[in-house]
């Protein structure tokens, strides 16, 4: 039996699974390439912007952070961070609090289909072997002496619908563990960028060094020589 065969033996809800399995597949690939890209590390940028900060203040931070355009969530609670501190520590914090929801919905978008796909999946095999069965027994309502292949079709259908959502529901899972996981480590980078932007803008600055003073000048006596 064909590949062709089993799928004209399982139904038209095969064909559901089917479509539903190349969903899954899709989203995970287009997740998969977000999260690479999202995933850069900021840690270098980071500490340059620490040390800018520091050193000239965050406005000037803030335009080391624009020049270097990171896609990273961990820049743009930076950036959200250092562009509001000049109006102080609270303003700041809550610039930052705001930006990270932003940036967690875009990490976790898509993965909710995903579980919804992995529980949807082997409700629809489950659909299949229901419809299969009821297949198989209006046969002997039908036929006092029902042969196997007239049995086969129904058991053939409950069975490949079966398999069928379990696979499914097995990539969606896989993929929305993996997913999550990239996020969770992505997000604690962002996590910690929040925690420690508060303590760059509130450390106070180098004291200035005293100009040294100058030495004084000696002081030298003339004396002239009078005539006697």
């Known amino acids: 039996m064909t590949i062709l065969d089993l799928v004209r033996a399982a139904g038209p809800l095969l064909w559901v699974l089917l479509a539903l399995s190349v969903y899954v597949v899709y989203l995970s690939a287009a997740r998969a390439q977000a999260l690479s890209r999202l995933g850069a590390d900021a840690r270098t940028l980071v500490e340059r912007a620490r040390a800018?900060?520091?050193?000239?203040?965050?406005?000037?931070?803030?335009?080391?952070?624009?020049?270097?355009?990171?896609?990273?969530?961990?820049?743009?609670?930076?950036?959200?961070?250092?562009?509001?501190?000049?109006?102080?520590?609270?303003?700041?914090?809550s610039a930052m609090h705001s930006e990270l929801l932003r940036e967690d919905a875009r990490l976790y978008a898509g993965l909710g289909a995903l579980g919804t796909a992995a529980q949807i999946a082997p409700l629809l095999g489950l659909l299949g072997t229901v419809i299969g069965m009821v297949r198989s027994f209006l046969v002997f309502s039908q036929t006092t002496a029902p042969t196997p292949a007239q049995l086969a079709t129904g058991i053939s259908e409950a069975l490949i619908n079966t398999a069928a959502g379990l696979i499914v529901a097995v990539i969606a899972y896989v993929a929305r563990g993996a997913l999550r996981a990239r996020a969770d480590r992505i997000m604690v980078q962002a996590e910690q960028v929040r925690e420690d932007l508060p303590s760059w803008l509130t450390r106070p600055a180098p004291a200035?060094?005293?100009?040294?003073?100058?030495?004084p000048m000696p002081e030298v006596a003339l004396t002239f020589g009078g005539a006697q």
Not at 73 to 85: D, H, K, N, T
Not at 208 to 215: C, E, H, K, Y
């Open 208 to 215: 200035p060094v005293p100009a040294r003073a100058d030495a």
């Open 52 to 93: 800018v900060t520091a050193e000239s203040g965050p406005q000037a931070a803030l335009v080391e952070v624009d020049r270097a355009a990171h896609p990273s969530p961990a820049a743009q609670v930076l950036r959200a961070g250092l562009a509001r501190a000049d109006r102080g520590v609270p303003a700041a914090e």
